[in-house]
């Protein structure tokens, strides 16, 4: 049972990838919409406001998901206490979402008040706060699936809240024109709608009961991640509300268009963490083996999401135009560095089994915390005086050393040989590569001939990575492809 549930990590990261897809692809497709109806003022407040309710967003729950995951297994052999478990996870997240709900109305004018100068963003603020408290059950919900491994109920919800989305942000931003009311306003009735169906393709983990023992055990293990949850947050959310208060709103908008513009890299890491994360905790039980698989699973991470950014920097340009006004290309730049987060960002779950198993997830806190003072101190020296380019490295540069600052202590906790030198190689001919077609993308050269330099440097690196993994990387990358392969050779074949 466990070595094929470790057999369909790959088929996972496919699978629920297409569910990310399809929610990203909902805000691709609305994108140009929103960009050109909105002021560039307009869209860049939404990402401030985002910034910073975003740590409410973190104590709907208090990362009882993590406690969820990690508890569920084991309690698989009875089924009255895991529905118990799921409950109980569940009901509080319900009563969470209740006090944040109160919180929001008497905060709002003052979050008003502090970024923006003004009351007259309150309303907006108190949308955003009541928009978290759906996103937070969808969350949770779709968690559920995950766990109970129902991968095609997860990406039909994902369709349904995608198509709820789309529709509700045409509707109020493109045909009603109310403006950033209507972003919250899709946001709101998309993932209440998903929440609902996911709840109820459920139903069979949940009863009326709240355990005390299985809340106990939850909040034990759960609970003292949430300071390393807000610190996670706080890295991402820094650089917008300083480069904010530093510069303005019109500067944020092409921050967050530049975010916007990496999603392909964003749908990767992130579809790889929600396929590698349950089976991370299901393989904890067998020692030897995740300390057998983890190395060159952290490879094929790496060669894998580096492949890809380098391809989205060949076509950086062409998709930024794509998405907004030329105005927006200011940000481009930004786009190489931003990929690279996202790698540190997505790359602890990979190198950090030792919290996980141990259960010492204080350490996670406390390495975030470090990390967070390293980026805040790199926000203060950097974003004034660069601005865009200031706030982007500052956020790298404390992702890079939260994901560091983890490696040192699971090594520490639970020791693992790892491919140093590939993951140090790796990002070092990324950087060179990226900066070059960075520069490329902003000089005076042609499309054509620009484009096809930028393609020509990235297929280099993309073979000069494959050549640089170890051979059991390789051969598991071949062995995945070749039964794609068979099928296609049968189907020649055939015709």
Same mark, same amino acid.
Do not use: H
């Given at each position: 049972?466990?070595?094929?549930?470790?057999?369909?990590?790959?088929?996972?990261?496919?699978?629920?990838?297409?569910?990310?897809?399809?929610?990203?692809?909902? #805000?691709?497709?609305? /994108?140009?919409?929103?960009?050109?109806? =909105?002021?560039?003022?307009?869209?860049?407040?939404?990402?401030?406001? +985002?910034?910073?309710? #975003?740590?409410?967003?973190?104590?709907?729950?208090? $990362? +009882?998901?993590?406690?969820?995951?990690?508890?569920?297994?084991?309690?698989?052999?009875?089924?009255?206490? @895991?529905?118990?478990?799921? !409950?109980?996870?569940?009901?509080?997240?319900?009563?969470?979402?209740?006090?944040?709900?109160?919180?929001?109305?008497?905060?709002?004018?003052?979050?008003?008040?502090?970024?923006? *100068?003004?009351?007259?963003?309150?309303?907006?603020?108190?949308?955003?706060?009541?928009?978290?408290?759906?996103?937070?059950?969808?969350?949770?919900?779709?968690?559920?699936?995950?766990? @109970?491994?129902?991968?095609?109920?997860? $990406?039909?919800?994902?369709?349904?809240? !995608?198509?709820?989305?789309?529709?509700?942000?045409?509707?109020?931003?493109?045909?009603?024109?109310?403006?950033?009311?209507?972003?919250?306003?899709?946001?709101?009735?998309? *993932?209440?709608?998903?929440?609902?169906?996911?709840?109820? =393709?459920?139903?069979?983990?949940?009863?009326?009961?709240?355990?005390?023992?299985?809340?106990?055990?939850?909040?034990?293990?759960?609970?003292?991640?949430?300071?390393?949850?807000?610190?996670?947050?706080? /890295?991402?959310? *820094?650089?917008?509300?300083?480069?904010?208060?530093?510069?303005?709103?019109?500067?944020?908008?092409?921050?967050?268009?530049?975010?916007?513009?990496?999603?392909?890299?964003?749908?990767?890491? @992130?579809?790889?963490?929600?396929?590698?994360?349950?089976?991370?905790?299901? /393989?904890?039980?067998?020692?030897?083996?995740?300390?057998?698989?983890?190395?060159?699973?952290?490879?094929?991470?790496?060669?894998? +999401?580096?492949?890809?950014?380098?391809?989205?920097?060949?076509?950086?340009?062409? &998709?930024?135009?794509?998405?907004?006004?030329?105005?927006?290309?200011?940000?481009?730049?930004?786009?190489?560095?931003?990929?690279?987060?996202?790698?540190?960002?997505?790359?602890?779950?990979?190198?950090?089994?030792?919290?996980?198993?141990?259960?010492?997830?204080?350490?996670?806190?406390?390495?975030?915390?470090?990390?967070?003072?390293?980026?805040?101190?790199?926000?203060?020296? =950097? +974003?004034?005086?660069?601005?865009?380019?200031?706030?982007?490295?500052?956020?790298? &540069?404390?992702?890079?050393?939260?994901?560091?600052?983890?490696?040192?202590?699971?090594? %520490?906790?639970?020791?693992?040989?790892? *491919?140093?030198?590939?993951?140090?190689?790796?990002?070092?001919?990324?950087?060179?590569?990226?900066?070059?077609?960075? %520069?490329?993308?902003? !000089?005076?050269?042609?499309?054509?001939?620009?484009? /096809?330099?930028?393609?020509?440097?990235?297929?280099?690196?993309?073979?000069?990575?494959?050549?640089? =993994?170890?051979?059991?990387? %390789?051969?598991?990358?071949?062995?995945?492809?070749?039964?794609?392969?068979?099928?296609?050779?049968?189907?020649r074949n055939r015709k």
């Amino acid at each position: 049972m466990q070595k094929k549930k470790g057999s369909f990590i790959a088929r996972n990261v496919v699978l629920y990838g297409v569910g990310g897809v399809l929610s990203q692809t909902a #805000g691709l497709i609305t /994108l140009p919409l929103m960009v050109r109806k =909105l002021t560039s003022a307009e869209y860049g407040a939404i990402d401030v406001i +985002t910034a910073a309710t #975003g740590y409410f967003a973190l104590l709907i729950g208090l $990362n +009882t998901l993590s406690g969820l995951y990690r508890f569920f297994y084991e309690s698989d052999d009875d089924a009255q206490e @895991q529905k118990k478990l799921v !409950s109980t996870a569940i009901i509080f997240v319900f009563l969470c979402s209740a006090a944040v709900a109160v919180i929001s109305f008497l905060l709002s004018p003052s979050f008003s008040l502090r970024l923006f *100068n003004s009351l007259a963003y309150t309303e907006f603020i108190q949308l955003a706060f009541l928009a978290l408290i759906p996103v937070a059950i969808y969350n949770y919900t779709m968690g559920l699936l995950r766990i @109970q491994n129902k991968a095609l109920a997860f $990406n039909i919800i994902s369709l349904i809240v !995608s198509a709820f989305y789309m529709g509700s942000i045409i509707l109020f931003v493109g045909i009603l024109e109310i403006g950033i009311k209507g972003y919250y306003y899709s946001q709101i009735i998309a *993932n209440f709608v998903g929440s609902a169906i996911a709840l109820w =393709l459920s139903r069979r983990l949940l009863i009326a009961e709240f355990s005390m023992f299985w809340f106990k055990k939850l909040a034990r293990y759960s609970f003292p991640l949430v300071p390393g949850s807000l610190f996670a947050w706080s /890295l991402s959310a *820094n650089n917008r509300l300083i480069l904010n208060a530093t510069t303005d709103q019109i500067q944020v908008a092409y921050y967050a268009l530049a975010n916007k513009a990496a999603v392909v890299i964003t749908l990767a890491t @992130q579809a790889f963490c929600n396929a590698w994360e349950p089976t991370m905790y299901e /393989l904890l039980k067998q020692e030897e083996k995740i300390k057998q698989k983890l190395p060159t699973i952290l490879s094929l991470y790496i060669f894998g +999401t580096l492949s890809i950014c380098i391809l989205m920097m060949t076509a950086a340009k062409e &998709i930024f135009l794509i998405l907004a006004p030329p105005e927006y290309l200011a940000g481009i730049g930004l786009l190489g560095i931003i990929q690279l987060r996202w790698i540190f960002t997505m790359g602890v779950y990979v190198i950090d089994p030792g919290t996980a198993k141990t259960g010492r997830t204080y350490w996670v806190t406390i390495m975030l915390g470090l990390a967070v003072l390293i980026n805040l101190l790199a926000n203060v020296i =950097l +974003t004034p005086r660069i601005g865009l380019y200031g706030a982007v490295l500052s956020e790298l &540069i404390g992702y890079a050393a939260a994901m560091i600052g983890r490696w040192v202590v699971s090594n %520490r906790l639970f020791p693992v040989r790892w *491919n140093y030198r590939y993951f140090v190689l790796a990002l070092g001919l990324y950087g060179i590569v990226a900066a070059i077609q960075t %520069r490329i993308v902003l !000089s005076d050269m042609n499309n054509l001939p620009s484009f /096809l330099l930028r393609l020509a440097l990235g297929i280099l690196l993309i073979l000069v990575l494959w050549f640089r =993994l170890d051979q059991e990387s %390789r051969n598991t990358v071949i062995g995945l492809a070749e039964p794609v392969l068979m099928k296609v050779r049968t189907k020649r074949n055939r015709k």
